[in-house]
């Protein structure tokens, strides 16, 4: 079965220094993946998606992921944080399915930019 | 502006009353969707249509419904509103209904039900 994890719920990084969010997945097969921002009463915004071309993906605001398909993991990156990076970060798994565009959503990780 | 409009933006229900959150996009695109949002759960897809005329159930269809008419809405139903169905509800949509497609979400609808 197909999972995604956000190891953590809560990260906090004063501006101007660098953030992690963390993900790892599982999948049976090679999926699409990707990471949505989420900021306080908003819909939801693709930041970057990965498709399997290359492995380090950039995305708007200069955030970055690198797949590493040996770790299953896929964690989201940017050298620096601003203020305006507060919000709530999803990590998305899109496995093949016959059905549907299926979407499976990690529980989320808030990350919080101090002055 | 191109995009996914939701209606109401927050409601406040009685259980056992029924209720329509609207959905509409401007994009053209084939598949809607919708998902409920709470706490610490991420979002979950109740129902979804990858086009016109028809639907599928998603994750968490119980007590709910949809229907596609057109291309543009995608209404979604509480036939008999009860409190656990008090979330945060998004209208997506995609291109397609094939996996990897990315989706766009509306802004949202806040219902509470008592």
């Given amino acids: 079965a197909q999972s995604v994890t956000q190891l953590d719920s809560h990260v906090s990084v004063s501006e101007g220094t660098p953030v992690l969010l963390r993900c790892n997945y599982s999948s049976s097969y090679s999926p699409s993946l990707f990471w949505y921002v989420q900021h306080p009463n908003k819909g939801l915004q693709l930041l970057l998606k990965y498709t399997s071309a290359a492995t380090l993906v950039k995305g708007i605001n200069g955030f970055e992921a690198e797949f590493k398909k040996s770790e299953t993991s896929f964690h989201l990156t940017k050298p620096s944080a601003h203020m305006s990076d507060a919000a709530e970060y999803f990590c998305v798994v899109s496995p093949f399915s016959g059905g549907y565009n299926k979407l499976i959503f990690g529980a989320g990780t808030r990350l919080a930019v101090h002055p | ?114």
């Fill in chain 2, 1 to 114: 502006i191109a995009g996914i409009t939701q209606a109401p933006t927050s409601q406040i229900l009685a259980a056992g009353r029924r209720m329509t959150l609207r959905c509409t996009q401007d994009m053209r695109h084939n598949a809607m969707y919708w998902y409920r949002q709470d706490l610490g759960l991420g979002l979950r897809l109740i129902h979804y249509s990858n086009t016109a005329g028809t639907t599928g159930k998603g994750e968490v269809p119980d007590g709910y419904s949809v229907s596609r008419a057109n291309t543009d809405d995608f209404p979604l139903t509480l036939a008999s509103a009860v409190p656990s169905q008090t979330s945060v509800y998004f209208c997506a949509s995609s291109d397609s209904g094939l996996a990897g497609n990315e989706q766009f979400f509306g802004p949202g609808t806040r219902l509470t039900v008592l």
